[in-house]
T-cell receptor, first 113, second 111 residues
Framework: DSGVTQTPKHLITATGQRVTLRCSPR?????VYWYQQSLDQGLQFLIQ???????AKGNILERFSAQQFPDLHSELNLSSLELGDSALYFC????????????FGPGTRLTVT | QQQVKQSPQSLIVQKGGISIINCAYE??????FPWYQQFPGKGPALLIA?????SEKKEGRFTISFNKSAKQFSLHIMDSQPGDSATYFC??????????FGTGTSLTVIP
C-alpha cells in the first residue's frame, strides 16, 4: 500500500458528461501528479501540483483541469467526455517539488459509454 | 512522439532465467531514469532508479545498466521468479519535472 488513496475506484459515465476524480497524497507529501494510462498510449503525464500551485504541465487536454486544495488533496476534473477518455487515471505523490520517487495510488478506471 | 522507447512489448521467461528489458531515449537533458513495476489492478511502484553519471546499479536481483553514449538503459532481473510476473515501465525525467514513460513490458515467468 503506497499510502496514496484515490476515489472512486471505477466510474462509468456517458459521452458529454463531467466527472471529478479525487486523490489524497501520502501524509506529508506536497506534490501531486496526475497520469492517464491507456492501452495504446501507456502512461502519460497530465499535470503536477506542488503545495497548491501548478508546477508542471504535460499532455493535458483543455477539457481537463485539476487543482490541489489547502489540505493537499487534489481533484482532476474531466468534462465534455469522449469515448477516447476511457482510461485508468493515476495519482502519484512525492514529498518534494522536484520529483524523484513517486508513490502511485491504485487508480480510477473511467469508462465513457 | 514516444520520448522513451521500450522493448520488448512482452516477455516470457522460465523460472530462474534472466529477464532483460530495454529502453532508449533521445533527449540528453533527461537526468533520472527509474523503473516501475505494476501488478494488475495496482498502481506502478518504483523498483529501482539510476542517474546518468552511473553505469550500473544493483538492488538484489534487479540491475539497471546505463549506456549514456548510446542513450540506452536496461533492466535485468536475475533468477526470475513467478512473483516477478508483472508489467514493467521504464521512465525518464526531464528538467521540467515531467516524467516520460515507456509503453511497458508484460513479463511472464513460467514455473
Amino acid at each position: 500500500d503506497s499510502g496514496v488513496t484515490q476515489t472512486p475506484k471505477h466510474l462509468i459515465t456517458a459521452t458529454g458528461q463531467r466527472v471529478t476524480l479525487r486523490c489524497s497524497p501520502r501524509s506529508g507529501d506536497l506534490s501531486v501528479y496526475w497520469y492517464q494510462q491507456s492501452l495504446d498510449q501507456g502512461l502519460q503525464f497530465l499535470i503536477q501540483y506542488y503545495n497548491g500551485e501548478e508546477r508542471a504541465k504535460g499532455n493535458i487536454l483543455e477539457r481537463f483541469s485539476a487543482q490541489q486544495f489547502p489540505d493537499l488533496h487534489s481533484e482532476l476534473n474531466l468534462s465534455s467526455l469522449e469515448l477516447g477518455d476511457s482510461a485508468l487515471y493515476f495519482c502519484a505523490s512525492s514529498p518534494t517539488r522536484q520529483v524523484s520517487e513517486q508513490y502511485f495510488g491504485p487508480g480510477t478506471r473511467l469508462t465513457v459509454t | 512522439q514516444q520520448q522513451v522507447k521500450q522493448s520488448p512489448q512482452s516477455l516470457i521467461v522460465q523460472k530462474g532465467g534472466i529477464s532483460i528489458i530495454n529502453c532508449a531515449y533521445e533527449n540528453t537533458a533527461f537526468d533520472y531514469f527509474p523503473w516501475y513495476q505494476q501488478f494488475p489492478g495496482k498502481g506502478p511502484a518504483l523498483l529501482i532508479a539510476i542517474r546518468p553519471d552511473v553505469s550500473e546499479k544493483k538492488e538484489g536481483r534487479f540491475t539497471i545498466s546505463f549506456n549514456k553514449s548510446a542513450k540506452q538503459f536496461s533492466l535485468h532481473i536475475m533468477d526470475s521468479q513467478p512473483g516477478d510476473s508483472a508489467t514493467y515501465f521504464c521512465a525518464a525525467r526531464a528538467s521540467g519535472n515531467q516524467f516520460y514513460f515507456g509503453t511497458g513490458t508484460s513479463l511472464t515467468v513460467i514455473p
